[in-house]
């Protein structure tokens, strides 16, 4: 993919994460994966939630050559360009994130913690910080045996630094965003194309939003209209992260009751699991495909 800046005139940081509107973009970007305004849509998403000035996405592979994804940019195409041949080619190897990350049979995916610039070499920090003005990212990786995906997102100058704030807001959705990019990868072409099983969501993305999580459980479809009020109510609450023990309180019930329903939801849909739950309502947004 080729670098593709954009003008900065959108409001940012401004939605809600789970709210309606931020579930439409994350509908938007769902419904455009192995397309090539897939990078449009997944910058808007996270833009919606936190500042980013720059996302940049590359492959590396087990025999130590690292492939260029794709890069989305408040940056010139020029400069995204020069970065990404001077990463590829070189600066990938000096990477201090990537050292020792092991290989993993699932595909797994990590929030790296913060890595101040100055933990690069001096090289490293004229040529991608200094020179063009990005002074702070965070990271995710989904390690694969035979490759792992490398997605960070960054700040400029003029946006400062994330804040304590942004950066969980950032963390929260992190693992979504990280999902979808190795989604759009396999769609391209770009990662092995295997019946593997999809990522392990490591921390549910969306927030406490109860009410954009019903509408997603909503009732009128074949699958989720299955459940009772009661079982959705719990479904929606174990994908914004809560605990059973949380979900006990809120709902003013025993936790063994809440056990009861997420047990009977999972058998009428068929799954066993929180990440296959995510990944089936992740299947069932209108628009996909």
């Keep these: 993919m080729t670098e593709n800046s954009i003008s900065g005139n959108s409001p940012v940081g401004d939605v809600v994460t789970g709210s309606d509107e931020w579930l439409a973009r994350l509908n938007a970007a769902i419904g455009t994966l192995g397309r090539d305004d897939f990078e449009d849509r997944l910058f808007a998403l996270v833009n919606g939630a936190v500042r980013v000035d720059h996302c940049a996405v590359f492959i590396h592979n087990r025999d130590g050559t690292t492939a260029h994804l794709f890069t989305k940019s408040m940056l010139d195409a020029a400069t995204c360009q020069n970065l990404t041949q001077a990463y590829t080619e070189q600066f990938h190897a000096r990477d201090p994130n990537l050292t020792g990350a092991p290989a993993t049979e699932d595909a797994r995916v990590t929030l790296l913690p913060h890595t101040p610039t100055s933990a690069y070499d001096a090289e490293y920090q004229a040529r991608f910080f200094e020179a063009t003005g990005l002074i702070d990212k965070m990271s995710s990786l989904l390690r694969r045996r035979e490759y792992t995906i490398y997605c960070?997102?960054?700040?400029?100058?003029?946006?400062?630094?994330?804040?304590?704030?942004?950066?969980?807001?950032?963390?929260?959705?992190?693992?979504?965003?990280?999902?979808?990019?190795?989604?759009?990868?396999?769609?391209?072409?770009?990662?092995?194309?295997?019946?593997?099983?999809?990522?392990?969501?490591?921390?549910?993305?969306?927030?406490?939003?109860?009410?954009?999580?019903?509408?997603?459980?909503?009732?009128?479809?074949?699958?989720?209209?299955?459940?009772?009020?009661?079982?959705?109510?719990?479904?929606?609450?174990?994908?914004?992260?809560?605990?059973?023990?949380?979900?006990?309180?809120?709902?003013?019930?025993?936790?063994?009751?809440?056990?009861?329903?997420?047990?009977?939801?999972?058998?009428?849909?068929?799954?066993?699991?929180?990440n296959e739950l995510f990944s089936l309502c992740l299947e069932m947004l209108p628009g996909r495909g």
Excluded: W
């Design 152 to 274: 960070s997102f960054y700040r400029l100058r003029d946006s400062g630094c994330f804040s304590v704030a942004e950066g969980d807001a950032l963390s929260r959705i992190l693992p979504l965003l990280t999902n979808l990019i190795f989604k759009h990868a396999r769609l391209l072409g770009a990662a092995e194309k295997e019946t593997a099983l999809d990522p392990i969501i490591t921390q549910v993305p969306l927030s406490r939003s109860p009410d954009a999580m019903t509408n997603l459980l909503a009732g009128e479809s074949d699958v989720f209209g299955r459940l009772t009020d009661r079982e959705r109510q719990v479904c929606g609450r174990i994908l914004q992260g809560y605990s059973s023990e949380a979900i006990s309180l809120e709902l003013k019930v025993a936790k063994s009751t809440i056990h009861t329903y997420r047990k009977r939801a999972y058998a009428k849909l068929g799954i066993s699991s929180q």
